[in-house]
């Protein structure tokens, strides 16, 4: 008796390891080839284009092998206003920064954003996506401050897409009933420092938190979508290979 199997199990055998091989990496599979990384900002008011950049903070978000979201690492630093910035003596009241305080270690915000561009760059590639997505609680805020440092620093390859976005606030307001930060945590059985609030550190890493708690409570909600994708021939059978301009510069900065 012969000890090779069949043409047609050899067939499915190798048809099945070709699907293994090409199916793309969890976290591409979950955002269509972004990676959410999760950005607060504290600022010196309400204009990205005039008002002071003053902190800011990115928390990655990492995937385990059940395809379950949890808070990665967390990338924060404390910016010195730019030059003929205006701080608003409103917003330093609710957040307690000194921008001018000697302790304070501050660093240039041309700075701060090659340091994180430089870390969720490096999260990208190593989840085989594409672009980044910014999550934020009020996200359109800390897009539109994000985008006005870039363009005054004239970093060319910013690894966020420029204007989408996933609000927890929003997800918070369907899932929760609770659109306000504090609020949304608490009642999704997270702890919530009131103390702590006001640090684009702490916001950023509870934001993370509700965001991964909310994706992980839709987990059945999309295994079913995921399902109908594949029989409608949407889902990719591959990674998507990162934008060219989204890849390191010669000197490994943004």
Known sequence: MSDTPPPEVVIVAAAA??????????????????????VDV?????????????????????????????RG?????????FENSRLDPASLLVNRID?????????????????????????????GCRRAVLVGHNAAFDLAFL????????????PFHPFSCFDTATLAGAALGQT??????????????????HSATYDAERTADLF???????ADSYARAEQRARQLGWQELAASPPDPE????PDGLA
């Not at 969890?26 to 080839?33: A, C, D, I, N």
């Not at 002071?52 to 949890?70: C, E, H, M, N, S």
């Not at 985008?147 to 910013?158: D, E, F, L, M, S």
């Not at 989204?246 to 510069?249: K, L, Q, T």
Request: proline share 8%; hydrophobic share 45%; net charge positive.
């Open 147 to 158: 985008n006005a440092a870039v363009t005054r620093t004239g970093i060319k390859r910013n």
């Open 42 to 70: 504290e600022t010196g008011g309400f204009q990205p284009g005039t008002d002071a950049l003053l902190q800011i903070a990115a928390v990655l978000i990492a995937i385990d092998p059940a395809g379950r979201l949890y």
């Open 99 to 127: 921008p001018w305080h000697p302790l304070r270690p501050a660093i240039d915000e041309n700075d701060a954003l090659h340091r994180i561009f430089r870390a969720v760059r490096a999260a990208i590639r190593s989840h």
């Open 17 to 38: 390891a070709a699907a293994t091989v090409a199916a793309p990496p969890l976290m591409v599979r979950r955002f269509r080839g972004f990676l959410p990384v999760v």
């Open 73 to 81: 690492e967390t990338h924060s630093y404390h910016v010195r206003p």
């Open 180 to 197: 306000v930060l504090a609020k949304a945590v608490t009642v999704a059985g997270l702890a919530w420092d009131k103390s702590s609030a």
């Open 212 to 218: 991964c708690v909310i994706c992980n409570e839709l």
């Open 246 to 249: 989204d890849e390191p510069g």
